[in-house]
């Protein structure tokens, strides 16, 4: 059994900050990429950015220079630091991590939301 649980997520003003984490737990044999998605009201998900298991980044291009993904292999866990909001960066934001338990494949996390507005 392996589960995918984010935090950091809340209400901030236009300009703020915000950092959210994921960390994975239960069975697993090997991580391998981890990343960010995101779904706003009335929208598809769409990609917000991603990390290989040595480091290798990439971002939407909506969100490259505000934001950065980072992980800790050690712990399973992988951050996304949030800067420069805008009003269109709200959203449910779900963790991704692709590895391998009893099997390979992805997991998403239960998402958690992400609020920006004065």
């Known amino acids: 059994q392996v589960e995918l649980v984010e935090s950091g997520g809340g209400l901030v003003q236009p300009g703020g900050s915000l950092r959210l984490s994921c960390a994975a737990s239960g069975y697993i044999r090997v991580m391998y990429n981890m990343g960010w998605y995101r779904q706003a009201p009335g929208k598809q998900r769409e990609y917000v950015a991603g990390i290989t298991s040595v480091g290798v980044t990439t971002y939407a291009d909506s969100v490259k220079g505000r934001f950065t993904i980072s992980r800790d292999n050690a712990k399973n866990t992988v951050y996304l630091q949030m800067n420069s909001l805008k009003p269109e960066d709200t959203a449910v934001y779900y963790c991704?991590?692709?590895?391998?338990?009893?099997?390979?494949?992805?997991?998403w996390g239960q998402g958690t939301q992400v609020t920006v507005s004065s």
């Open positions: 991704n991590a692709n590895l391998l338990s009893d099997l390979r494949r992805n997991y």
